[in-house]
């Protein structure tokens, strides 16, 4: 199965920050890297998927980058909404694995 | 917009079996692939099976394969699965999932609300 790592674990931010968010994968995935947002109690979803597509609806100060095996989501000015846990997956093969997360916090 | 609601839930002990439900509203079942997805309490997530827009083609995690079956009722908007022989480590909450699209590209929007399963004597 493909690991995917996650980096940071967990952030501080402030509001109107840029911050990036980075995954990594234990093989080559291509473009196949989605992102997700999971707020407590409540069910992902889609923001960005084959590395830098932005799921319709989804704000564009968010932004996704990176190919084979390390991706970036950026979030350029952090809004308040964006306070939440942020998943990695891949698409490249089956199982199909998510990334543990990174915490995003308000500083 | 498509709309999941799942349901079948509950606490069961060790060695039985339950059945989840996903209703699918605001669009036609047999427009995408889908599949079930868990989350452990506190845990990450963890894709569990797809199935192919006609049911005909069913991929599992090897973690439940064997013992949970997804199916679908597309004349019936109705997402399932089966799943037999729980284990205390299928405690969860259980997520419908949509394919983005009807091949199975693999990433998926939208989710359900999810269902809680917990396994426990």
């Known amino acids: 199965d493909i690991q995917l790592t996650q980096s940071p674990s967990s952030l501080s931010a402030s509001l109107g920050d840029r911050v990036t968010l980075t995954c990594r994968t234990s093989?080559?995935?291509?473009?196949?890297l989605n992102w997700y947002q999971q707020k407590p109690g409540r069910a992902p979803q889609l923001l960005v998927f084959?590395?830098?597509a932005l799921q319709s609806g989804v704000p564009s100060r968010f932004g996704g980058s990176g190919s084979g095996t390390e991706f970036t989501l950026i979030i350029s000015s952090l809004q308040l909404d964006d306070f939440a846990t942020y998943l990695c997956q891949q698409s490249y093969s089956l199982p199909y694995t998510f990334g543990r997360g990174t915490i995003l916090e308000i500083k | 917009q498509a709309r999941l609601v799942e349901s079948g839930g509950g606490v069961v002990q060790p060695g039985t079996s339950l059945r989840l439900s996903c209703v699918v509203s605001?669009?036609?079942?047999?427009?995408?692939?889908m599949h079930w997805i868990r989350q452990a309490p506190g845990k990450g997530l963890d894709w569990l099976a797809q199935s192919s827009v006609h049911g005909d083609i069913k991929f599992y995690a090897d973690s439940v394969k064997g013992r949970f079956t997804i199916s679908r009722d597309n004349a019936n908007n109705t997402l399932y699965l089966e799943m037999n022989d729980l284990r205390p480590e299928d405690t969860a909450t259980y997520y419908c999932?949509?394919?983005?699209?009807?091949?199975?590209?693999?990433?998926?929007?939208?989710w359900g609300q999810g269902t809680v399963v917990t396994v426990s004597s």
């Open positions: 605001g669009v036609t079942l047999d427009r995408f692939a």
């Open positions: 093989e080559n995935v291509g473009e196949y």
């Open positions: 084959k590395g830098s």
């Open positions: 999932v949509s394919d983005y699209d009807s091949s199975g590209v693999g990433w998926f929007d939208p």
